[in-house]
């Protein structure tokens, strides 16, 4: 069977799988007597065993299977769980990702047997009391499919003679009748082995859409998606083809089992007490089916409850997390139509403008208005398509912690909020590093040992927190320690120590541009070097990496009691709200999100503060940028006494006043790339496209401070 | 563009008048200065008119900035100041010569006119040596069509050093 077809799905399962996992055996290190938590994961084990054999990575599929009979007999009762067993537990999961990161790169699982974990499971089987403990997990392995297979045999049969249709779906039956279309009743058998019963279904769902039209599901199409089937489904199917062509269809997807195809008859309205009987018949069955799992541990405290609460679980899932998996290049393409649409709407103000100044236009403008919610709403929607809740990026975190709290040997725990904060898929996929970086940091440097802890009065264990949250137009991801904060005075002394700089500029500096040192390349203040963090690569990587996505981090530090990273980073990179202005004969645009205020400043009014030129507003002084001359466009001439244009921008809490020659207004522009043929300034962060036409340049005002 | 519909009509007069030959090339010809280049036709996505360039800050100086080719930002150079010859003077003949050199990304070139479109043979054409002083560089060699010389330009040459600014 050719699987590769099925390599990202297969891939994005395991993940989630792995992901479960981590979470529960988390929990389980917490509650080790949880059967609910157990249960999770033999069952998050087990399709994982399943999914690898199936794709044939027999490596990772025996690593899981040793990791399933461990589970099975603690779900038995045979033994209880013990913290060693957590270690080795989680090694196997390390495993488990390489095994996936490997498929992932070359579609092979790599060569390393693992035989060590292997061992360490077998030996936790046998040193339990059990020596035949894997014998017996395999026998009742069978036992179990056994149990399952003469349980279906019983069940096989032509289901769709249960499928209730109600009167829409009658009207098209008899239209297809009279119409000389055939209608068939469809029962289809998947295999029992199959890992994607949903993929298979899909399959089978658009051979049939080939030759005619599927007018009835049971169970409904969203919820063989979402794979809530039991190994069979139903379908009322309309088409001009034979049923034997029907039936050959279907068997030419793979894994069908049985494909069950006769002519549909519409069976008479009346009867309502038998079509009950009949429509209550499957979910019978489907409870009755997968009842065996649970109850096949009898010795499990109440199987019931544990039976019950995994499988309500598993089903809710899919609910809280519908996602449909879109091709980023098609988004891309949404993206794009939309940047058009934009265009279109700004020439079409343009436009407008012209006619007004001959004579009236207001069904224009009205049309305009239109057109503006129109556009407004849609990128709004498409924004949404790519924003992806940062939670799939910080799930990681908590296991991170764990192992750093023994490798460091101290007490830490982290506490996240807003994981469910929406973040562009592109941030999303960078932000992970930087964020790992940060709470090692915390976790090494911040964090104080325990002893120091509880010698200053504080709690024994440290806190780390990450929260994220939207604030207007971006998102901030902090992460904040209790520990000791960033004692400023050992920063300078390392930073003299390594050359950075002298003696005497450390006197001068603020507490502000000590912490920047933080930031240089190269730079760590841990007295102990650790392979946790110290090894000088970090947050100069951090930084930048944060400054590619167009956020700042910005550094709260509080001697004693702490220090808080703020990440802050724009909620979309592709359409920002733009003030327009002229400076000499050229337009730029600059992001309104940096825009403070705009003055209007007497050419007295500038002062000379150790040769460079600032103002005095409302109590700040602000350093004043002449955009002319760090763009190189000749100025203006006339100029002498005229009022200057300033706007005051806004980088972290330092604040500088651009000048520039003309306002033209607010304006949506839509952010372009300008080619990788052309290196651009640093200063100039893209192009947009405005309504005439012409490209403008957009300014970045964080790099011009 | 109507330029462009005519040049297609060559193209396919000619494709249609002889048959395909395995070791000919389509150059455009473009007149730079006093003397002709021909531009290999299969990186030519695009020929334009004479637009608004917008002045890109603080590049080398034969960056002449970016134009909005149906909604996509592209780069502009000059091929005169890449050549070393005097400044462009923008006349009614001036074009820009898009050319695309992988999938997505596109560069506009100046040329002070475009002339028309050549078949050469590689019996017409000659190699240049690999001793090539800083206007030949960008050469790739010398065709002869008509009784008429054209300098071929290597494309990939040009804008390799582009990249590298």
Known sequence: MDTSQYLDIFLDESKEHLQNLSDQIMELEQNPENMDTINEIFRAAHSLKGMAGTMGYKRMQTLTHDMENVFSEVRNGTFKVQPGMIDVLFKCLDALEEYVNNIQQTTEEGTNDNQNLIDALNSILKNSGEVKAAGSAAASDKADSAAAVSDKSNAKRERWQDIKINDTERMLVEKANAEGFKVYGITVYVEEACVLKAARAFLVFKALEKLGEIIVSAPTAQDIEDEKFDLTFSLIFISKSTKDEVKAAIKSVSEIEEAFCEEYVLAEPEKPAEEVKAAEKPAEEIKTAAAPAPTAAPTAPSPIASGNKPSAKTAAKPVVNRTVRVDIEKLDNLMNLVSELIIAKNSLVSATEAAENKGDSSSVNEQIEYLESVTTNLHESVMKVRMVPIESVVAKFPRMIRDLSKKLDKKMELYMSGEDTELDRTVVDEIGDPLMHMLRNSADHGLEPNDVRVANGKPEVGSIFLDAYQDGNNVVIEVRDDGAGINIEAVKGKAIERGIITPEQADTMTEKEVIDLLFLPSFSTAKKVSDVSGRGVGLDVVKSKIESLSGEVEVKNRLGQGSSWIIRLPLTLAIIQALMVVIGDEKYAIALGSIQTIEDVSPDDIKLVQAKEVIHIRGTVIPIIRLNKVLEIPPREDDGNKNLTVIIVKKGDKLAGLVVDELIGQQEVVIKSMGKYIKVPKMISGATILGNGEVALILDTNALI | ?165
């Open chain 2, 1 to 165: 563009m109507d330029e462009i519909k005519v040049m297609d009509e060559q193209m396919r007069n000619e494709s249609l008048n002889r048959p395909v030959e395995h070791d000919t090339t389509q150059y455009i010809v473009t007149q730079l200065g006093g003397e002709q280049y021909g531009i290999d036709i299969k990186y030519i996505s695009n020929i334009i008119r004479m637009s608004k360039i917008t002045r890109v800050p603080k590049v080398s100086n034969y960056i002449k900035g970016v134009i909005n080719v149906r909604g996509v930002v592209i780069p502009t150079i000059s091929l005169r100041l890449k050549m070393g010859l005097p400044e462009d003077e923008i006349t009614k003949k001036t074009r820009i010569i898009i050319l695309t050199l992988d999938q997505h990304e596109s560069i506009g070139v100046l040329v002070d006119e475009v002339k028309e479109v050549v078949t050469l043979d590689e019996e017409h054409t000659e190699r240049m040596s690999y001793e090539k002083d800083d206007k030949e560089r960008y050469l790739s060699g010398v065709g002869k069509a008509d009784g008429k010389l054209i300098s071929l330009l290597d494309i990939t040459a040009v804008l390799a050093e582009v990249v590298d600014v």
